[in-house]
């Protein structure tokens, strides 16, 4: 098996905003990671950049041997704030088949496929919000919204899922069910999750990445072993200082 992304000493700047700094980092096809990190750490900038949302000043990204670029790529993406107006009238199940859009069968303006109607529905089922499906988006709790946004991500139907902070604002309960969920669907599809509720998803995950700016640690999801790290990044002298992270003073 080869890898579905391949970072290369990738370096991401907004204007003079170092976002991300030197990255290189791998993710084998099956593989479950999970990036966590400060606030500002970079963790977003990287999914928008495996997206090819957000171009690397220097290195580059490789998705399943492709620069990430143009429509076609087969990666769901669950985007960290989805806001939209509590008003407007969309009902669940047409959210998440706008996840089909692009895809060969639906025609602009005509109505979607058998097949993609399907999927849909068997996405809500296996998601368990079947029974919302002909609610208004602006109905729904945040963990409801959550499970319809990868409902969504899901009927893309993907190789690869990004998802963004999927389990702020859920419940205890539900972050649970979300996570074994990924991991049910981990068997089909390459999961990278940006998360700060990292004790919750280490017995999910196959990998773990730290990341704040540089990346401190990518290997097994142990905390012992994330605690051990002195924090410096691959092949770079200790930052030192007190923006030097450490198992304690991260904040999460
Ligand atoms: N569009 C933008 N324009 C300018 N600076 C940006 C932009 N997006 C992000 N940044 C900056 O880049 C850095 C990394 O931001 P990013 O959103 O990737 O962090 P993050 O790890 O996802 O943080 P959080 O945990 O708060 O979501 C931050 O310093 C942020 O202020
Ligand atoms: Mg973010």
Same mark, same amino acid.
């Not at 990190?37 to 580059?60: F, H, I």
């Given at each position: 098996? =080869?890898?579905? &992304?391949?970072?290369?000493?990738?370096?991401?700047?907004?204007?003079? &905003?170092?976002?991300?700094?030197?990255?290189?980092?791998?993710?084998? !096809?099956?593989? /479950?990671?999970?990036?966590?990190? *400060?606030?500002?750490?970079?963790?977003?900038?990287?999914?928008? #950049?495996?997206?090819?949302? $957000?171009? *690397?000043?220097?290195?580059? @990204?490789?998705?399943?041997?492709?620069? *990430?670029?143009?429509?076609?790529?087969? $990666?769901?993406? $669950?985007?960290?704030?989805?806001?939209?107006?509590?008003?407007?009238?969309?009902?669940?199940?047409? $959210?998440?088949?706008?996840?089909?859009?692009?895809?060969? +069968?639906?025609?602009?303006?005509?109505?979607?496929?058998?097949?993609?109607?399907?999927?849909?529905?068997?996405?809500?089922? @296996?998601?368990?919000?079947?029974?919302?499906?002909?609610?208004?988006?602006?109905?729904?709790?945040?963990?409801?919204?959550?499970?319809?946004?990868?409902?969504?991500?899901?009927?893309? !139907?993907?190789?690869?899922?990004?998802?963004?902070?999927? #389990?702020?604002?859920?419940?205890?309960?539900?972050?649970?069910? &979300?996570?074994? /969920?990924?991991?049910?669907?981990? +068997?089909?599809?390459?999961?990278?999750?940006? #998360?700060?509720?990292?004790?919750? @998803?280490? *017995?999910?995950?196959?990998?773990?990445?730290?990341?704040?700016? !540089?990346?401190?640690?990518?290997?097994?999801?142990?905390?012992?072993?994330?605690?051990?790290?002195?924090?410096?990044?691959?092949?770079?002298?200790?930052?030192?200082?007190?923006?030097?992270? #450490?198992?304690?003073?991260? =904040?999460?």
């Amino acid at each position: 098996m =080869g890898y579905a &992304i391949e970072i290369k000493n990738l370096s991401v700047y907004y204007n003079s &905003i170092c976002a991300l700094s030197n990255i290189n980092l791998t993710v084998d !096809e099956g593989g /479950f990671l999970a990036v966590i990190g *400060p606030n500002g750490g970079g963790k977003s900038t990287l999914l928008k #950049t495996v997206l090819g949302y $957000v171009r *690397p000043q220097e290195g580059q @990204v490789v998705v399943f041997g492709k620069k *990430p670029e143009g429509f076609d790529m087969p $990666v769901g993406y $669950v985007p960290q704030s989805y806001s939209f107006d509590r008003q407007f009238p969309i009902r669940v199940l047409d $959210v998440v088949l706008t996840g089909r859009l692009g895809k060969s +069968s639906f025609k602009p303006f005509f109505r979607y496929g058998k097949k993609d109607l399907e999927l849909a529905l068997n996405l809500l089922e @296996v998601l368990g919000i079947g029974r919302l499906k002909d609610r208004q988006m602006g109905q729904l709790s945040g963990g409801q919204i959550q499970k319809v946004l990868i409902a969504r991500a899901l009927a893309v !139907e993907p190789r690869i899922l990004l998802l963004d902070e999927p #389990t702020a604002n859920v419940d205890g309960e539900s972050k649970s069910q &979300i996570f074994k /969920f990924l991991k049910e669907i981990n +068997s089909r599809v390459t999961v990278v999750l940006v #998360t700060h509720d990292i004790e919750l @998803v280490y *017995p999910y995950v196959k990998s773990v990445a730290y990341l704040n700016r !540089e990346l401190y640690y990518c290997g097994k999801p142990e905390l012992k072993d994330i605690a051990v790290q002195p924090f410096k990044p691959c092949g770079e002298p200790d930052p030192g200082g007190p923006s030097s992270p #450490t198992f304690e003073n991260h =904040g999460w």
